[in-house]
Nanobody, 129 residues
């Protein structure tokens, strides 16, 4: 079982930066694919960024690459962070932390929403126009 808790959302002005954090706790051993997925009102969920829990390669949605950075902090607690720079009104959405178990040998970890079966509650990010 994996539990995910997001923090760090809010309202920010265009051009500003924001960091989201997701604390994850797993009760069974295994590698996870971790991702940030967002959903704007009236739109489908879209992947933003992904990383595996062994600090493997990162993946980014094409349209946001260059403005997003995902990284892990596995020191005191297991946390996956997402930094968004130069925020735009179209970045307004509810941001979800998501996880999917991976096999020991798997290298496939991508921000593709259907891949994920474990979701956090989501956190709102608003960028006014």
């Amino acid at each position: 079982q994996v539990q995910l808790v997001e923090s760090g959302g809010g309202s920010v002005q265009p051009g500003e930066s924001l960091r989201l954090s997701c604390s994850f706790r797993q009760t069974t051993f295994g590698k996870l694919c971790l991702a940030w997925i967002r959903q704007a009102p009236g739109k489908e969920r879209e992947g933003v960024a992904s990383i595996d829990s062994n600090n493997g390669p990162t993946g980014y949605m094409d349209s946001i690459e260059g403005r997003a950075t995902i990284w892990l902090n596995n020191t005191k607690a297991s946390v996956v962070h997402l930094r968004l720079d130069n925020l735009k009104p179209e970045d307004t959405a509810k941001y979800f932390c998501a996880a999917a178990p991976m096999t020991q040998w798997s290298t496939l970890c991508r921000p593709y929403p259907p891949d994920f079966s474990i979701w956090g509650q989501g956190i709102q990010v608003t960028v006014p126009s």
